[in-house]
């Protein structure tokens, strides 16, 4: 946030344009949106709502209205999914007589529902004042999410969920308010309030003052885990990894204690440790506020096109220019970093194909973003939003960000629980603004941010910080790494001196990488289609897909459709699922979608953990199925294992995300492919070739000898080890194209 902004805000506080002062205009509610650090194609505008007058808040229900989850262990015995609530329920609010008055009831579906629903509360009158690009254009809605909203975006139910009552959204409705246009330096206030808009221009047209902050004043944290309990909790996460349930983890902790005044905080965030998607809220009445200073964006909407920027991968910033490239170096060339990066890219890639247009998702650029005292690499991935799609369908298929939640989305959710073993309530969560009638939207990722709540005149406050998890993550290092994350918000808070933090401090800086981006590259011809969808219309053909709760189907799915296929999804793991376990309707099933190709999609656990696709590997074997199968990774390991193979963990440790070279005869779907060729592995578990099988090894890893590929000698039945689809697999498509042109023989 500038100083003219920040100071700007004392001001109109003092003319009682905000604040408690502003009573007449409306409450004395905040709400800001603030890019802070150096005008880039990251910090473009800053926004200061004026005094809100109707608001949203949406509430844990009763355990009555949504139970909590049996006790269980996803990391070690497996995922237990659960329908997601039929209904979200939010309370609108209006500021009157000085007081916030309940105005109406909402009842949604889901997340994206509930954004739908506040269209008729929302006015269509656009301001009449000139914005900067990508600002909103009319009254639109701003205001925070909490990462506990997973249980309507994820099909699970939380073991540890929030209290009954807890708060876990409130969204402010903004028709006033002050823009920083941060390239051309200029401030406007907008609104449909003139009275306000032109009160607030005088206040303008006074000299700014010189704003000084107070320092904070010093206090004592406590933390929600040991060093040594954070240590144990990464262990256990990388036991689920070598089980296969999970790829990557993020797993945090949280450092709380008494603070002063949470807007200081915030103050004091703005000029230490600026970040483009910075924010603060707060509700006067309900004693809470968060002070974000988040350098992550979870989901940016123009109305037809969208994009998430992920983060993940981190380094210190080096107390001088010789050691931060040092730092920067090393984290480009370190192996695990950019294989937990790949990763997160595969998944977002998932989340934005969802409801965008097969054939536009694609990577644009791939930086290293240098922050006062840390560094990141950051993918900038966008796409091109399907017709029926909108900026609340966006929300709702990407909430929460898969940088804080890990792959494969579901189970790692279920696995957060398990661990944390407390909700996150806002931490990991988002803050930002949505024009709900053209679903024009911005959201960040609520890292480096606190959590404050008021009990009678005193203030305390929570700030978390984790880590992604792989098996390649060193505990030790990855404690440190929390807290050097959350170094910046304990400084502001006054938990710790600059002493202790132990961490470097420097001005933002960007660094774009060439290597390693994936640009859009086909033009779709084929459509993706919900089973449900496929036969409501009586579709014949298409390629049926198998889904098996991975965070990487959509991939596949797009790949398919770019190379000019239709294709039907079919939720594996789903109660809908269950009676095609019946050979009968299953048969039944098969004749109606009359499918020209079937394959067996990857995901986590094992094949024993995914019934019909293992029924379905076990009909293709028999000469059952009248059409090319391919089966990758878990659909790989459930050809083998209806063969005979044994499924077993992985001799030399999992393999996510990372390329591997992979020898071939080049036969098979290898036969347009050099040899050796890199290939991306996500996996655990390996299948075991040491007896006599039908399905032949058609490609092996080049260093192991572990086998990447089977093919039947007689009929066109094939599988992969690898995933062709990631940005990783360079030759991917040259593997799927000639399955796709193998001729069904129904």
């Known amino acids: 946030m500038s100083d003219r902004l920040m100071a700007l805000a004392e001001q109109l506080a003092e003319a009682d344009l905000t604040g408690q002062g502003a009573f007449r205009y409306g409450s004395p509610d905040r709400v800001m949106l603030i890019s802070g650090g150096p005008a880039s194609h990251l910090a473009q505008w800053s926004m200061m709502a004026g005094p809100p007058s109707y608001r949203v808040s949406i509430r844990q229900p009763t355990r009555d209205t949504l139970p909590q989850a049996?006790?269980?262990?996803?990391?070690?015995?497996?995922?237990?999914?659960?329908?997601?609530?039929?209904?979200?329920?939010?309370?609108?609010?209006?500021?009157?007589?000085?007081?916030?008055?309940?105005?109406?009831?909402?009842?949604?579906?889901?997340?994206?529902?509930?954004?739908?629903?506040?269209?008729?509360?929302?006015?269509?009158?656009?301001?009449?004042?000139?914005?900067?690009?990508?600002?909103?254009?009319?009254?639109?809605?701003?205001?925070?999410?909490?990462?506990?909203?997973?249980q309507w975006t994820q099909p699970i139910r939380l073991q540890h969920p929030p209290e009954e009552g807890a708060l876990l959204a409130v969204l402010w409705y903004v028709d006033n308010?002050?823009?920083?246009?941060?390239?051309?330096?200029?401030?406007?206030?907008?609104?449909?309030?003139?009275?306000?808009?032109e009160a607030c221009g005088e206040t303008l047209e006074q000299p700014w003052k010189e704003l000084v902050i107070p320092e904070a004043k010093p206090g004592r944290e406590s933390s929600t885990h040991t060093d040594e309990t954070h240590e144990e909790n990464i262990r256990r996460i990388q036991q689920g990894i070598v089980a296969g349930q999970v790829y990557q983890v993020n797993v945090g902790k949280h450092w709380q204690g008494d603070i002063?005044?949470?807007?200081?905080?915030?103050?004091?965030?703005?000029?230490?440790?600026?970040?483009?998607?910075?924010?603060?809220?707060?509700?006067?009445?309900?004693?809470?506020?968060?002070?974000?200073?988040?350098?992550?964006?979870?989901?940016?909407?123009?109305?037809?096109?969208?994009?998430?920027s992920p983060i993940k991968g981190t380094c210190p910033r080096g107390d001088s220019p010789e050691k931060s490239a040092a730092y920067r170096t090393a984290m480009l060339e370190n192996d695990k970093e950019r294989a937990e990066h790949r990763m997160l890219v595969d998944l977002m890639r998932n989340d934005l194909t969802r409801v965008c247009q097969p054939g536009t998702v694609g990577v644009d650029r791939f930086d290293v973003e240098v922050y006062t005292n840390v560094q990141h690499l950051v993918s900038h991935i966008s796409g091109i939003l399907r017709p029926e799609a909108s900026g609340q369908s966006a929300i709702q298929a990407v909430f929460p960000g898969g940088s804080i939640t890990g792959c494969p989305r579901t189970m790692v959710c279920a696995a957060i629980d398990e661990v944390e073993q407390?909700?996150?309530?806002?931490?990991?969560?988002?803050?930002?603004?949505?024009?709900?009638?053209?679903?024009?939207?911005?959201?960040?990722?609520?890292?480096?941010?606190?959590?404050a709540k008021r009990n009678g005149r005193t203030w305390s406050g929570s700030v978390g910080a984790g880590g992604g998890i792989t098996i390649g993550s060193e505990p030790e290092k990855e404690v440190e790494e929390a807290a050097w994350k959350a170094a910046a918000l304990r400084l502001a808070t006054g938990w710790i001196t600059a002493e202790q933090s132990n961490v470097s401090q420097g001005e933002l800086e960007l660094y774009p990488?060439?290597?390693?981006?994936?640009?859009?590259?086909?033009?779709?011809?084929?459509?993706?289609?919900?089973?449900?969808?496929?036969?409501?219309?009586?579709?014949?053909?298409?390629?049926?897909?198998?889904?098996?709760?991975?965070?990487?189907s959509y991939n596949i799915v797009n790949a398919v459709t770019g190379l000019g296929h239709d294709a039907i999804i079919m939720q594996a793991r789903s109660s809908t699922s269950a009676p095609y376990l019946n050979p009968v309707n299953l048969h039944n099933l098969l004749e109606a979608l009359q499918p020209s190709h079937l394959i067996l999609g990857p995901g986590p656990g094992t094949p024993l953990d995914a019934d019909i696709t293992v029924a379905l590997a076990h009909h293709a074997l028999a000469g059952q199925l009248e059409m090319p199968v391919l089966g990758i990774c878990l659909g790989h390991q459930a050809l083998a294992l209806a063969d005979g193979y044994a499924v077993v963990p992985s001799p030399l440790g999992p393999v996510h995300g990372s390329p591997v070279a992979v020898e071939h005869h080049n036969n098979s779907l290898f036969s347009a492919l050099d040899s050796p060729v890199m290939l991306t592995r996500y996996n655990s578990l390996i299948i075991q070739d040491n007896a006599t099988h039908t399905l032949e090894v058609s490609a092996r890893e080049m260093n192991t000898g572990l086998p990447m590929g089977l093919v039947h000698p007689t009929l066109p039945i094939h599988s992969l080890q690898i995933h062709p689809e990631s940005v990783g697999s360079e030759h991917g498509m040259v593997l799927m194209r000639p399955f796709l042109q193998i001729q069904s023989d129904g």
């Open 70 to 150: 049996e006790q269980h262990s996803p990391l070690s015995d497996g995922i237990r999914l659960a329908p997601m609530p039929d209904v979200l329920i939010a309370e609108v609010e209006e500021w009157k007589h000085g007081s916030w008055y309940h105005r109406v009831r909402l009842r949604a579906k889901n997340l994206g529902d509930m954004m739908e629903k506040l269209q008729p509360l929302t006015s269509k009158e656009l301001f009449q004042q000139t914005l900067p690009d990508g600002c909103p254009q009319r009254p639109f809605w701003s205001g925070a999410l909490a990462y506990d909203l997973v």
């Open 177 to 197: 308010g002050v823009v920083e246009d941060r390239h051309s330096e200029t401030v406007t206030p907008f609104g449909l309030n003139m009275k306000w808009v």
């Open 260 to 308: 002063d005044h949470p807007y200081r905080v915030f103050q004091r965030l703005t000029q230490h440790n600026p970040a483009p998607f910075s924010a603060y809220v707060e509700a006067d009445d309900l004693g809470f506020a968060l002070a974000s200073s988040s350098p992550e964006s979870l989901l940016a909407c123009d109305g037809s096109s969208i994009r998430t």
């Open 422 to 451: 407390m909700p996150r309530s806002f931490w990991t969560g988002s803050i930002g603004w949505m024009d709900v009638h053209t679903g024009a939207s911005a959201w960040n990722i609520l890292i480096r941010t606190l959590e």
């Open 513 to 552: 990488i060439e290597q390693g981006v994936q640009r859009k590259t086909s033009n779709s011809t084929g459509s993706i289609f919900t089973l449900e969808q496929a036969l409501q219309s009586s579709m014949v053909g298409g390629v049926l897909f198998i889904e098996n709760l991975d965070s990487f």
